[in-house]
């Protein structure tokens, strides 16, 4: 009995509090004007990181070939022209040497051309027909004599066979010996001087491709920069590929920091307008700075943070903020950006 009184005491406790709700007023919940909207920041946040006003310059081979010296280390100061990387090029200076004495060979054949032969050439050319025409005479009258002994028995076939081997020997070397005269003493044809140009040009191509290729194996710094990045060493193998740079170096007289301004800030963003990035390393200092190039075109991230609810498929807008000078940053630190869009 007891029990069912507690149940009907529950059930009557139960209704008088629906009654009370039913007939309260509804002025209370609906009392007091709406919730205000809260209005836009003026300043854009966004994530970022600093690099060089020259960005990172990545130095790589244009040949393939063995490092043999990489005479400069990471954070050193580089001028334009400086040698940061050398390869092994013995066999490129053999082949430069090689084309600088074909050069001077050419040229002295088409002197000689030119010039025509020397009163002296002359003289001697000359010179040696007579000789070769006396020699002739010579064998012709020795082979003649042993003919003659050689019909009468008085000889050996040999004997007179080896005379009239002279013989043509002397009417050769007689022939060659006119040929050479008639050389030097003749005017040099047009075609001939013609052709010793072409190949004194063609040595002198060779002699310009070798010395650029013994140059593209000494690799110089294109900018004044500083050294980030030392990737390879001496006696490691390049490609001429260029897929593994040897050194990266940037221009850091002046600091950027490529931000990343998500889609929905883009229209509040122009060139000129005050910024400034934090970082947590240095607390809370401000960098300031401007904005000098705002992006064309939205793409994906480039800047990750450590928050495990990034959106990293977000599309963001590329906004390049020049520091201020005499800020000093590490290249490749990330920051925190703030742009001032009043």
Same mark, same amino acid.
């Given at each position: 009995?007891?029990?069912?009184?507690?149940?009907?005491?529950?059930?009557?406790?139960?209704?008088? /509090?629906?009654?009370?709700?039913?007939?309260?007023?509804?002025? @209370?919940?609906?009392?007091?004007?709406?919730?205000?909207?809260?209005?836009?920041?003026?300043?854009?946040?966004?994530?970022?990181? *600093?690099?060089?006003?020259?960005?990172?310059?990545?130095?790589? /081979?244009?040949?393939?070939?063995?490092?043999?010296?990489?005479?400069?280390?990471?954070?050193?100061?580089?001028?334009?022209?400086?040698? *940061?990387?050398?390869?092994?090029?013995?066999?490129?200076?053999?082949?430069?040497?090689?084309?600088?004495?074909?050069?001077?060979?050419?040229?002295?054949?088409?002197?000689?051309?030119?010039?025509?032969?020397?009163?002296?050439?002359?003289?001697?050319?000359?010179?040696?027909?007579?000789?070769?025409?006396?020699?002739?005479?010579?064998?012709?009258?020795? +082979?003649?004599?042993?003919?003659?002994?050689?019909?009468?028995?008085?000889?050996?076939?040999?004997?007179?066979?080896?005379?009239?081997?002279?013989?043509?020997?002397?009417?050769?070397?007689?022939?060659?010996?006119?040929?050479?005269?008639?050389?030097?003493?003749?005017?040099?044809?047009?075609?001939?001087?013609? +052709?010793?140009?072409?190949?004194?040009?063609?040595?002198?191509?060779?002699?310009?491709?070798?010395?650029?290729?013994?140059?593209? @194996?000494?690799?110089?710094?294109?900018?004044?920069?500083?050294?980030?990045?030392? $990737?390879?060493?001496?006696?490691?193998?390049?490609?001429?590929?260029?897929?593994?740079?040897?050194?990266?170096?940037?221009?850091?007289?002046?600091?950027?920091?490529?931000?990343?301004?998500?889609? @929905?800030?883009?229209?509040?963003?122009?060139?000129?307008?005050?910024?400034? *990035?934090?970082?947590?390393?240095?607390?809370?200092?401000?960098?300031?700075?401007?904005?000098? +190039?705002?992006?064309?075109?939205?793409?994906?991230?480039?800047?990750?943070?450590?928050?495990?609810?990034?959106?990293?498929?977000?599309?963001?807008?590329?906004?390049?903020?020049?520091?201020?000078?005499?800020?000093?940053?590490?290249?490749?630190?990330? *920051?925190? @950006?703030?742009?001032?869009? $009043?």
């Amino acid at each position: 009995m007891k029990n069912k009184w507690w149940i009907l005491a529950g059930v009557v406790l139960l209704a008088g /509090s629906f009654l009370a709700v039913a007939h309260s007023p509804k002025t @209370t919940a609906m009392s007091g004007p709406p919730a205000a909207v809260a209005s836009r920041s003026p300043v854009v946040v966004a994530a970022g990181r *600093v690099e060089p006003q020259s960005e990172e310059i990545k130095i790589a /081979s244009q040949l393939d070939g063995k490092l043999a010296e990489v005479p400069v280390e990471e954070g050193q100061t580089v001028r334009r022209g400086q040698v *940061v990387a050398v390869l092994d090029n013995g066999d490129y200076r053999a082949r430069l040497e090689l084309a600088e004495a074909t050069v001077a060979e050419k040229e002295a054949a088409l002197d000689r051309l030119n010039n025509g032969s020397r009163r002296e050439e002359r003289r001697e050319s000359a010179a040696e027909v007579r000789e070769a025409e006396a020699v002739l005479e010579n064998a012709r009258a020795e +082979r003649e004599r042993r003919a003659k002994l050689f019909d009468a028995k008085v000889i050996a076939r040999a004997e007179f066979e080896t005379a009239d081997r002279e013989l043509k020997v002397a009417e050769a070397r007689l022939a060659e010996a006119r040929e050479r005269n008639e050389l030097v003493d003749n005017q040099t044809r047009v075609e001939d001087r013609d +052709r010793a140009a072409a190949e004194l040009a063609e040595a002198r191509a060779q002699v310009s491709e070798a010395r650029a290729l013994l140059d593209k @194996t000494i690799i110089r710094s294109p900018i004044d920069g500083v050294i980030l990045r030392k $990737k390879l060493h001496a006696g490691e193998s390049v490609s001429g590929k260029g897929d593994t740079p040897i050194v990266t170096l940037g221009d850091c007289s002046r600091l950027r920091v490529r931000a990343d301004v998500d889609e @929905t800030d883009v229209a509040r963003i122009r060139d000129g307008q005050p910024a400034w *990035v934090t970082a947590e390393a240095f607390g809370d200092r401000r960098f300031t700075g401007h904005v000098i +190039r705002v992006g064309q075109i939205l793409g994906r991230k480039n800047v990750r943070t450590d928050e495990p609810t990034e959106r990293v498929d977000t599309k963001i807008l590329e906004t390049m903020i020049e520091l201020d000078p005499g800020q000093q940053l590490p290249s490749g630190l990330r *920051v925190d @950006t703030f742009i001032d869009t $009043k």
